[in-house]
């Protein structure tokens, strides 16, 4: 169990920090990038959750828990993600437990219910609407990030790196925070407004 005594210890105060198995490393590195960004996304879902609970239209959201309940399993597996990139290739605690196809294939599993709700696109949607909707699209895109950062970390040292599950959950959990995005606007009566090209927005002005 992790216990935290205190914060502000001053030893990365040099541009230094320590990975979780005890590797220093500077702060530029790949790998604190990474796991950097994977905290950044979990904190951008943590206000997706806030905004979640006082927007306008919940009081007419059939299925609000359900979301949130969601939302909040994926704090926790994002801990976990952030937690095994803070290590060393090698160097995993032996008690610590991995996300795997498990957790992947459930992100599948939500998304194909919401999209039976939902309507096909016919063209992009612009990244807006409520606060919920449009920090969903904001957390998307930081978990696009931390996917390439991902690929980047692996590109450079190999393999090994990185495992294949960590790359999958980041790719598959930002195509689950889009449609999410769109079920949490249809339940609250949002409408979308869809990306219309240059050429045809200058031949219908």
Not at 42 to 71: C, I, K, W, Y
Not at 75 to 92: M, N, R, T, V, Y
Not at 165 to 188: H, M, P, Q
Request: with cysteine; net charge negative.
């Amino acid at each position: 169990m992790v216990r935290i005594n205190r914060v502000h210890t001053g030893t990365g105060d040099g541009g230094k920090t320590f990975l979780l198995d005890g590797t220093k490393v500077g702060k530029e590195s790949l790998r604190v990038a990474l796991f950097g960004t994977i905290d950044e996304l979990n904190s951008q879902v943590g206000v997706v959750r806030m905004e979640f609970g006082r927007m306008p239209g919940v009081t007419r959201f059939h299925r609000p828990d359900e979301a949130d309940e969601g939302l909040m399993r994926v704090q926790q597996e994002l801990f976990d993600l952030g937690g095994e990139c803070a290590c060393s290739p090698g160097k995993l605690p032996e008690q610590m437990a991995l996300v795997g196809m498990e957790q992947c294939d459930r992100l599948i599993h939500e998304m194909d219910l919401w999209i039976e709700d939902l309507t096909p696109l016919e063209s992009f949607i612009l990244p807006m609407g409520s606060a919920s909707v449009a920090f969903l699209h904001v957390a998307r895109t930081v978990a696009r990030r931390a996917e390439r950062e991902a690929c980047r970390l692996r590109d450079v040292e190999g393999d090994g790196s990185v495992r294949d599950e960590v790359i999958c959950y980041l790719n598959r959990v930002s195509d689950w925070l889009f449609v999410l995005g769109r079920w949490i606007a249809k339940n609250t009566g949002e409408s979308e407004t869809l990306w219309t090209p240059l050429g045809k927005r200058e031949s219908e002005s």
